[in-house]
T-cell receptor, first 113, second 113 residues
Framework: DSGVTQTPKHLITATGQRVTLRCSPR?????VYWYQQSLDQGLQFLIH???????AKGNILERFSAQQFPDLHSELNLSSLELGDSALYFC????????????FGPGTRLLVL | GENVEQHPSTLSVQEGDSAVIKCTYS??????FPWYKQELGKGPQLIID?????GEKKDQRIAVTLNKTAKHFSLHITETQPEDSAVYFC????????????FGTGTRLTIIP
């Protein structure tokens, strides 16, 4: 158990819908990262937050957004969902920005029908 | 940006034999190289990492070597056991600007009893 929690574990929804994925980092960790894992794309970095502020963006679609709240939990919002958004979404956390070790949560499996 | 290549994509070894997975990276500024193990239905789990000021690191049956000049690093698992069967990912990160991990495409390791 990494100490990072993610909810829900599974999510099934329809095209065009909007969903919110939630992540709670390990106690004391200030950084939260979101990754998408699909069969043909591997693990792709989406976005990084540090202590409530966005620090870096990766291959994140404009339909996707995220935020980190004062209690340091983070939410990833996915809207206007398409079939191709079906994937595993992982959250990882680390102590800070330069402290590199990232610990991953168990993921949320999203299926868009 | 950083590009990480990982080989082989699949690897089968007899129980008790050694397994070696290799990765190359493109950005000479990368200075942190973790390895993750992902079991079916779970998030990636950090198994070992190495920083660029170190050439080799060992933890029981697992070792990682880094050749900065050639820009490649390898994971070595000795005395393999059935529970070592999983998908293994290498990754690379720099300390400048974007703190994201760039992942390799993964190696599915199967230990044959």
């Amino acid at each position: 158990d990494s100490g990072v929690t993610q909810t829900p574990k599974h999510l099934i929804t329809a095209t065009g819908q909007r969903v919110t994925l939630r992540c709670s980092p390990r106690s004391g960790d200030l950084s939260v990262y979101w990754y998408q894992q699909s069969l043909d794309q591997g693990l792709q970095f989406l976005i990084h937050y540090y202590n409530g502020e966005e620090r870096a963006k990766g291959n994140i679609l404009e339909r996707f957004s995220a935020q980190q709240f004062p209690d340091l939990h983070s939410e990833l919002n996915l809207s206007s969902l398409e079939l191709g958004d079906s994937a595993l979404y992982f959250c990882a956390s680390s102590v800070g920005q330069v402290k590199e070790t990232q610990y991953f949560g168990p993921g949320t499996r999203l299926l868009v029908l | 940006g950083e590009n990480v290549e990982q080989h082989p994509s699949t690897l089968s070894v007899q129980e008790g034999d050694s397994a070696v997975i290799k990765c190359t990276y493109s950005d000479s500024a990368s200075n942190y190289f973790p390895w993750y193990k992902q079991e079916l239905g779970k998030g990636p789990q950090l198994i070992i990492d190495i920083r660029s000021n170190v050439g080799e690191k060992k933890d029981q049956r697992i070792a990682v070597t880094l050749n900065k000049t050639a820009k490649h690093f390898s994971l070595h698992i000795t005395e393999t056991q059935p529970e070592d069967s999983a998908v293994y990912f290498c990754a690379a990160k720099t300390n400048f600007g974007n703190e994201k991990l760039t992942f390799g495409t993964g190696t599915r390791l199967t230990i044959i009893p």
